[in-house]
């Protein structure tokens, strides 16, 4: 019978208990240590391991506010769905721990997985690296005889575009109230406001912060922003700006459908 992505997932994921936690700490190089002794609130980490036969690791997420705990994940690393498997367990801990922004704990793991390969003598290049070859017959040749791995890196902005079918490039409708989203990718908060130009409001942002864009407007009535603003208000981190995990996102879209 053919295994299922769900249930691979669920055979490489893992809860780590506090005794887990403190085992790991001993081969670790001082981050798991911070979250112990307050320092820090939580820390990413990767294990890594290389047989020569078979690279594989352990990408882990430890949350020391109030009871210690997190999570891992055991993947192989050219299992072709290793970028699904990695996603859905970013997601997981987005929905688990508040703290968690599910696109940038990905690229976390992807960055402290390619510090591990460069490490081995295995070269790597990055998804974002590759899209200056985009449409030609470009030939990549690996300087180390281990070869090449490709590391995917998710762009937020095209991410968010994506998920909302590219709604955020719709003409605006001259004269009339929208509401936007935006994203700030430094730091993953999404931005829920009105105006009635957002390709406008988005320019004058982007001047004195280049990290934020645009991801999705809508032309509706202006009282639906602060109904927005209701139904989110525990992820307020300040003013306009919420820490919204992408089911807040399905939410968002199932209630612009709806209006």
């Known amino acids: 019978m053919d295994i299922t992505i769900e249930d691979k997932f669920h055979a490489s994921c ?3 208990k506090k005794e887990d ?7 670790d190089n001082g981050p798991i240590n911070n979250v112990l002794i307050g320092i820090e609130h939580h820390c990413y980490g990767v294990r890594f391991f290389d047989d020569r036969h078979g690279l594989s690791v352990e990408m882990f997420y430890i949350n020391g506010k109030g009871l210690l705990k997190g999570d891992i994940i055991q993947l192989q690393v050219r299992d072709p769905q290793y970028y ?14 508040k703290e968690v922004n599910a696109l940038i704990a990905f690229n976390t793991f992807q960055n ?19 899209r200056q070859f985009k449409g030609q017959s470009a030939v990549m040749v690996s300087p180390s005889p281990r070869g ?35 994203v700030n990718n430094d730091t993953g908060l999404i931005k829920i406001g009105r105006s009635n130009n957002p390709v406008y409001r988005e320019r004058t942002l982007h001047s004195k912060e280049p990290s934020v864009h645009r991801i999705a407007m809508w032309c509706c009535e202006q009282n639906i922003e602060k109904k927005l603003h209701i139904i989110f208000k525990d992820k307020r981190i300040r003013g306009e700006w919420f820490r919204l995990s992408l089911a807040d996102l399905i939410e968002i ?7």
């Open 21 to 27: 936690i403190l085992k790991f700490d001993k081969e």
């Open 148 to 182: 090449i791995v490709k590391i995917d890196f998710i762009n937020q902005k095209e991410f968010y575009v994506d998920f909302f079918n590219k709604i955020a490039n719709k003409p605006i409708e001259k004269g009339k109230e929208h509401v936007y989203l935006m």
């Open 112 to 130: 402290k997985l390619r510090g591990f390969l460069e490490k081995r003598g295995i070269f790597t290049v990055t998804s974002l690296e590759l």
């Open 253 to 259: 879209e199932k209630f612009m459908d709806s209006v």
């Open 14 to 16: 893992f809860t780590l």
């Open 84 to 97: 699904q498997l990695l996603l859905r367990f970013c997601v997981l801990l987005a929905d688990d721990y």
